[in-house]
């Protein structure tokens, strides 16, 4: 039975895995609204937490921490199937470190490099039995796939903002369908949700800096420091910098006193 | 064998740099004596992210609780620390291995989970040396 694996799983079958790679995909239901790119992130995120935890007999699971690097290439659609790729460079009871990538008909919409995650007693978040079986079905290409009915736009209200900033509340839902698939035993807002939110205030502040269109494509340093539970209230504040002709924007986001993510976005100039 | 100064001198700048990078400070604060914690606001991932940095930078791998493990050396788990508190003998190696942290910064009794509170940017530039030393030929 893996119920649990509906609503915010993006794994539908590991096609292969060796000691420091894996192979998977995942078919976008065609009948979402949408698909933010950032969660083609965390089906790469997911496909290489598979295997760690299946180096660690589902003892351990990874969460999302530290990405260096993320090129946020192109759109995946509904219907769509992504193919997921993920490099593991080192993986121990501490943190596993990974690269990887998504493609739709060999075209890449996402990668991801420097990828560290700590790793955590996997009994937090869901049973180990339950992650076990699920991994078997993904492996025999036997699991149930198509329960993602997308993800609620962010409950963002824009506040008090410059040409060189821009501050956000972010309302975090207290109920919402991916809350009982991240995770079972211990809900909290995923990290790829809340890049999507800093997506959105960085587009909200080049919008009012820069006539022509840029497009917040490029993501350097991004941390994860904490879990948002539901319910949070976040506080997220971007700063633009420019070098040279490129603009740089710094992003911090707060839940009460503490620094809960942050990231340095660097915008492309969208072709015409 | 120990790092000498030079050595330690050496990589400081580029320890500095990936310190400030992970703790996205003005790298002006990462002076060799400060505090990761106390002084820079370093957390948990601050450290994980520090340690991948320096472990791609140098070409070392540094094993999580790598630099308690080198402090307490030839000392048995029961002879450095008892109860999760630094023995006597303990809290001298330690100190005498911390060359680097100023010694007002030791406490008695210290718990071992508080020794990463200890933790400065040139404790990491050893730890990387005595890495790198460790696979040398």
Known sequence: ????????????????????????????????????????????????????????????????????????????????????????????????????????????????????????????FDSRESLHARYDKLIE???????????????????????????????????????????????VLPGTLQLHAQQLLVRELLRRRHPEPWAPREIANSKLRAFVPPGASLHMEASLHVHGSEPVVDVRVRHEARTVGSAQWRPLRELP | MDSTQEQINTIFPKVAELTADALAIDIARVTPTASLIDDLGAESIDFLDLVFRLEREFNVKIPHGQITVDARGDLSVAEFEEKGVLTDAGLERLKAFLSEVPAERFKTPMRVVEIPKLFTTETFCKVVLRQQQAVAP
């Not at chain 1, 351990?60 to 659609?77: C, E, N, S, Y």
């Not at chain 1, 690269?99 to 739709?104: E, I, K, P, Q, Y």
């Not at chain 1, 993602?148 to 309302?171: C, N």
């Open chain 1, 141 to 187: 290409g036997a699991a149930v796939t198509g329960g993602f009915e997308g993800v609620p736009e962010p409950d963002m209200e824009f506040l008090t903002g410059s040409e060189m900033r821009q501050e956000a509340q972010l309302k975090v839902p207290q109920t919402a369908a991916y809350f009982n698939d991240h995770f079972p035993r211990m809900p």
């Open chain 1, 1 to 124: 039975m893996d119920s649990n694996f509906r609503t915010f799983s993006f794994v539908d079958q590991i096609d292969s895995i060796s000691s420091g790679s894996i192979r998977g995909r995942y078919r976008i239901p065609a009948g979402v609204s949408g698909f933010p790119v950032a969660l083609a992130g965390e089906a790469v995120g997911q496909l290489a937490a598979w295997h760690a935890m299946c180096q660690t007999h589902f003892e351990f699971r990874p969460m999302a921490g530290i990405v260096t690097k993320v090129q946020l290439v192109g759109d995946p659609q509904p219907g769509d199937v992504l193919d997921l790729q993920a490099e593991i460079s080192d993986l121990s009871p501490q943190a596993m470190s990974y690269s990887g990538r998504a493609l739709v008909n060999g075209d890449i919409v996402i990668v991801l490099e420097g990828c560290v995650g700590p790793m955590l007693p996997a009994e937090q």
